[in-house]
T-cell receptor
Framework: AQSVTQLGSHVSVSEGALVLLRCNYSSSVPPYLFWYVQYPNQGLQLLLKYTSAATLVKGINGFEAEFKKSETSFHLTKPSAHMSDAAEYFCAVTNYGGSQGNLIFGKGTKLSVKP | NAGVTQTPKFRILKIGQSMTLQCTQDMNHNYMYWYRQDPGMGLKLIYYSVGAGITDKGEVPNGYNVSRSTTEDFPLRLELAAPSQTSVYFC???????????FGNGTRLTVT
């Protein structure tokens, strides 16, 4: 069965600092992995996705994530945080054994950006 | 292009009341999903559909029902509302099994 663990429910960084949001997955087959962002009172928006084509995936708004099979990780990074990055971020993996490709989501990490 | 549209945005129900959360998408997606989001818990799948006339249970289906009479619409029905159903509900769709999900903006439901 697939699962996702996001380390840290809250992360706080200063504006201009590196953003690192951690995600570890468990999957018995090569996974499809996703990062989504949720701004207050909105639905989730896709940041980026990993589908085995390349281990370093670039997404929107300057975010990127690196797939590391040996570490079963898919951490999200951004070199320089902006105030507008304050949001909740969710890592997700495709649930192959379950509901027709349903995504299994981590519990989310809330990112705060200090001026 | 409206994407996934959910109505209403907010609703307060009394215990035992019923309501239907509406979801419609204009992207001709076959796959549609209903999730609930509770603080610190991520998203949990309630029901899903892989096409008109086909629905199936997800992880937390108790107390809910769905139907899928058309490709566009996927309403979620709460028959006897309970306080445990206080949550934010998201509808999502995707074109096929490994493509990204497209989410609506959610319905915030309070049951008192």
């Amino acid at each position: 069965a697939q699962s996702v663990t996001q380390l840290g429910s809250h992360v706080s960084v200063s504006e201009g600092a590196l953003v690192l949001l951690r995600c570890n997955y468990s999957s018995s087959v090569p996974p499809y992995l996703f990062w989504y962002v949720q701004y207050p009172n909105q639905g989730l928006q896709l940041l980026l996705k990993y589908t085995s084509a390349a281990t370093l995936v670039k997404g929107i708004n300057g975010f990127e994530a690196e797939f590391k099979k040996s570490e079963t990780s898919f951490h999200l990074t951004k070199p320089s945080a902006h105030m507008s990055d304050a949001a909740e971020y969710f890592c997700a993996v495709t649930n192959y054994g379950g509901s027709q490709g349903n995504l299994i989501f981590g519990k989310g990490t809330k990112l705060s950006v200090k001026p | 292009n409206a994407g996934v549209t959910q109505t209403p945005k907010f609703r307060i129900l009394k215990i035992g009341q019923s309501m239907t959360l509406q979801c419609t998408q204009d992207m001709n997606h076959n796959y549609m999903y209903w999730y609930r989001q509770d603080p610190g818990m991520g998203l949990k799948l309630i029901y899903y559909s892989v096409g008109a006339g086909i629905t199936d249970k997800g992880e937390v289906p108790n107390g809910y029902n769905v139907s899928r009479s058309t490709t566009e619409d996927f309403p979620l029905r709460l028959e006897l509302a309970a306080p445990s159903q206080t949550s934010v509900y998201f509808c999502a769709s995707r074109v096929e099994g490994n493509s990204p999900l497209h989410f609506g903006n959610g319905t915030r439901l309070t049951v008192t």
